[in-house]
């Protein structure tokens, strides 16, 4: 019985040590989270809105410049930049970007995998680990951008991407990232990055609601350096976007973790106080056995 009750005595005092590692660790996420979803939220509505002006520049410039970001063109060769987080503990966060990408590969570009013409850029240690143990065709040169989360290192990994699809070394470049809405809510997207996508309309719409747009300086010098520059918005909000998820998807799995904890702590007390109800039972049991034998 006393070997029961130091076992049970050893569970209470490790399930009490993890439960003040997911206290600790949950503010530490909602503090981190207050700022990224500050962060994100002032980000967001000045990075769509480029988004959506360079779209209609590209629409409607179409076939009066050469835009050598929105060529089109068959897709042989394809870029995934996946960005995942560098640490754990975050529930299915970075388990439901790898089952992403593996959904986008298998359902839009099987044919350029199984000829080795789909390369990954992993941002994020665990995205990196689990493509290279793996085996995928892998570029490492910016997984860790999340040690240094601003928007000139950022930059140079939108410079990459662009100067691989200029060249010809990609056909298609997506992003594939989660979007934070909430602490509690995460929703994983793929999103086009290159060719610059243009906006979808008929020709009857297209020549009624064509963009008047006055150029200066000259329209192919100013777009040359606007594209680039947008698109660097791009993928510095959908890295602040995934670093919001990311706390946010940490906070909510160690707060689970602290509930499933008291959860485990009080069956735990509930059984120590049962075994020691059982021992005391059974030690006044022998007592008044032993006194009965003696009288008799």
């Given at each position: 019985m006393s070997g029961q009750l130091k076992e049970v005595r050893n569970r209470i005092k490790s399930t009490q040590s993890n439960l003040q590692i997911t206290k600790a660790m949950k503010m530490v996420s909602a503090a981190k989270l207050r700022r990224a979803q500050d962060a994100i939220l002032l980000m967001r509505p000045y990075a769509l809105k480029l988004q959506e002006m360079l779209q209609n520049i590209v629409s409607n410039s179409e076939g009066s410049i050469d835009l050598a970001l929105a060529a089109q063109r068959p897709v042989e060769k394809v870029l995934l930049i996946v960005i995942t987080s560098d640490r754990g503990l975050c529930g299915a966060y970075n388990s439901n970007l790898i089952k992403l990408t593996k959904l986008v590969i298998r359902e839009k570009y099987e044919e350029q995998f199984a000829k080795g013409h789909v390369e990954i850029l992993p941002i994020g240690k665990k995205g990196y680990e689990h493509f290279l143990k793996n085996g995928y065709k892998l570029n490492d040169t910016f997984w860790h951008l999340f040690a240094h989360l601003d928007f000139e290192h950022v930059k140079q990994a939108a410079a990459f991407a662009m100067e691989g699809f200029i060249a010809g070394n990609y056909d298609?470049?997506?992003?594939?990232?989660?979007?934070?809405?909430?602490?509690?809510?995460?929703?994983?997207?793929?999103?086009?990055?290159?060719?610059?996508?243009?906006?979808?309309?008929?020709?009857?719409?297209?020549?009624?609601?064509?963009?008047?747009?006055?150029?200066?300086?000259?329209?192919?010098?100013?777009?040359?350096?606007?594209?680039?520059?947008?698109?660097?918005?791009?993928?510095?909000?959908?890295?602040?976007?995934?670093?919001?998820?990311?706390?946010?998807?940490?906070?909510?799995?160690?707060?689970?973790?602290?509930?499933?904890?008291?959860?485990?702590?009080?069956?735990?007390?509930?059984?120590?106080?049962?075994?020691?109800?059982?021992?005391?039972?059974?030690?006044?049991?022998?007592?008044?056995?032993?006194?009965?034998?003696?009288?008799?």
């Open positions: 298609a470049v997506e992003i594939i990232y989660s979007e934070f809405k909430n602490a509690a809510t995460q929703r994983y997207v793929s999103e086009q990055f290159l060719p610059v996508a243009r906006v979808e309309s008929s020709t009857d719409q297209k020549n009624a609601n064509r963009a008047d747009f006055i150029f200066e300086p000259e329209k192919k010098a100013l777009i040359a350096e606007l594209m680039p520059k947008i698109l660097n918005t791009q993928l510095y909000k959908s890295m602040l976007d995934a670093n919001a998820s990311e706390h946010g998807a940490r906070m909510t799995a160690m707060d689970k973790a602290t509930e499933n904890a008291n959860e485990l702590l009080r069956s735990y007390k509930i059984s120590y106080n049962r075994a020691r109800q059982a021992a005391i039972t059974t030690e006044l049991t022998e007592i008044v056995s032993g006194a009965a034998a003696l009288e008799g």
